[in-house]
């Protein structure tokens, strides 16, 4: 069955680094998204991307979070300058049209 | 703000029981609501419910919607150890970009 691939499966930055966050959607979607998941918490909307643009964005991604689709492949999540409350399960999802999100396994980001 | 409730937040149930989840919400422009299990990492799709009244069912899974009194149920019966995870509830909210917002989750406990 298709998966939505996720890389690292974990990463351990300092306060203030940059981050980068990788996902492989599966091929024959068009839409992609990054969630997050804060320990314990629930599941939080950051941004979804469709034809190569951002199609909408939540309150929490601002201007340290940028999204690339940098080839035919990958989706990437950066976060320029990372904090504390930025330690979180980060969940890339991709899906066809009126179809259920595909997620991946997730990226467990901790700052320190 | 689009809202969506889930109750009961936790529940615990012995193996053999028949659990009720339930999922309400409050959005605009109402695309679909999903169900998800999820276990340690990323959500996995359980039902995706488009049209009032139809029950969809997956094994000892099914799930119901009712749009004229938004809300959605998940029956889980014959419940099984396996059956423990968090259940997610998302709508989808928006027709631009397919943004689903979820719910804060059900953590079922299924004791042997």
């Known amino acids: 069955e298709p998966e939505v691939t996720q890389t690292p499966s974990h990463q351990v930055t300092q306060m203030g680094q940059e981050v980068i966050l990788r996902c492989v959607p599966i091929?024959?979607?068009?839409?992609f998204y990054w969630y997050r998941q804060i320990l314990g918490q629930k599941v939080e909307f950051l941004v979804s991307?469709?034809?190569?643009?951002?199609?909408?964005k939540s309150e929490i991604f601002d201007d340290q979070f940028s999204v690339e689709r940098p080839d035919g492949s990958n989706f990437t999540l950066k976060i320029r300058s990372t904090k504390l409350e930025d330690s979180a399960m980060y969940f890339c999802?991709?899906?066809?049209?009126?179809?259920?999100?595909?997620f991946g396994s997730g990226t467990r980001l901790t700052v320190v | 703000e689009d809202k969506v409730v889930q109750s009961p937040l936790s529940l615990v149930v012995h193996e053999g029981d028949t659990v009720t989840l339930n999922c309400s919400y409050e959005v605009t422009n109402f695309r679909s609501l999903l169900w998800y299990k999820q276990e340690k990492k990323a959500p996995t799709f359980l039902f995706m419910l488009?049209?009032?009244?139809i029950e969809k069912k997956s094994g000892r899974l099914s799930s119901i919607l009712d749009k004229k009194e938004l809300f959605s149920i998940l029956n889980i019966t014959a419940t099984q150890t396996g059956d423990s995870a968090v259940y997610l509830c998302a709508v989808e909210a928006d027709n631009y970009g397919q943004n689903f917002v979820f719910g804060p989750g059900t953590r079922l406990s299924v004791l042997p």
């Open positions: 091929s024959n979607h068009l839409y």
């Open positions: 991307f469709y034809n190569n643009e951002i199609s909408e």
């Open positions: 999802a991709s899906s066809a049209v009126n179809y259920g999100y595909t």
């Open positions: 488009t049209s009032s009244g």
